[in-house]
T-cell receptor
Framework: GDSVTQMEGPVTLSEEAFLTINCTYTATGYPSLFWYVQYPGEGLQLLLKATKADDKGSNKGFEATYRKETTSFHLEKGSVQVSDSAVYFCALSDTRTYKYIFGTGTRLKVLA | NAGVTQTPKFQVLKTGQSMTLQCAQDMNHNSMYWYRQDPGMGLRLIYYSASEGTTDKGEVPNGYNVSRLNKREFSLRLESAAPSQTSVYFC???????????FGPGTRLTVL
């Protein structure tokens, strides 16, 4: 079945460092891909999305490109801030069943 | 515009007790979802409702029932709570299946 694998955390970075969180997927068909962010004590909120191959999603300085050839959707940010500390989830939506499949989440901690 | 609301925020149950988690959205969304979040396991889909009047099982439906009361409301019922159901429960909604999901703030449930 469909699945999402993302790098285990926690990831600890200094402020202004470059961030990469890896995400790979397996899916039949052509899923849409998402990154969600969860701040402490809150629900998830959409960070960015891409609906077809080679699309780049971007928001708040974060970017991710839908790579069909490598089945990846890695999250990147050029310069992280303390306020980016959160848990990040990669997800795909199954185009046949419309169910979402989430990765296990990667905790990011940014130190001042 | 409150988005997705959930009640209660916290709940402690004894093994065997029953309870209903309430969820409502005011965005006129068609699809609604219930997830549980456990450490190291990401979000797992319990049940979803693609549209008013329909419900389907997700990845972990055992021990739960749902009711799509109307387009706004989607409740989750635990008939006989077990310690394995200790978790954080999130409700979410989307305009249509497979699109961006909007999450509620969660219910933290402890079963003793």
């Amino acid at each position: 079945g469909d699945s999402v694998t993302q790098m285990e955390g926690p990831v600890t970075l200094s402020e202004e460092a470059f961030l990469t969180i890896n995400c790979t997927y397996t899916a039949t068909g052509y899923p849409s891909l998402f990154w969600y962010v969860q701040y402490p004590g809150e629900g998830l909120q959409l960070l960015l999305k891409a609906t077809k191959a080679d699309d780049k999603g971007s928001n708040k300085g974060f970017e991710a490109t839908y790579r069909k050839e490598t089945t990846s959707f890695h999250l990147e940010k050029g310069s992280v801030q303390v306020s980016d500390s959160a848990v990040y989830f990669c997800a795909l939506s199954d185009t046949r069943t419309y169910k979402y499949i989430f990765g296990t989440g990667t905790r990011l901690k940014v130190l001042a | 515009n409150a988005g997705v609301t959930q009640t209660p925020k916290f709940q402690v149950l004894k093994t065997g007790q029953s309870m209903t988690l309430q969820c409502a959205q005011d965005m006129n969304h068609n699809s609604m979802y219930w997830y549980r979040q456990d450490p190291g396991m990401g979000l797992r889909l319990i049940y979803y409702s693609a549209s008013e009047g329909t419900t389907d099982k997700g990845e972990v439906p055992n021990g739960y029932n749902v009711s799509r009361l109307n387009k706004r409301e989607f409740s989750l019922r635990l008939e006989s709570a077990a310690p394995s159901q200790t978790s954080v429960y999130f409700c979410a909604s989307s305009v249509r299946g497979g699109g961006e999901q909007f999450f509620g703030p969660g219910t933290r449930l402890t079963v003793l």
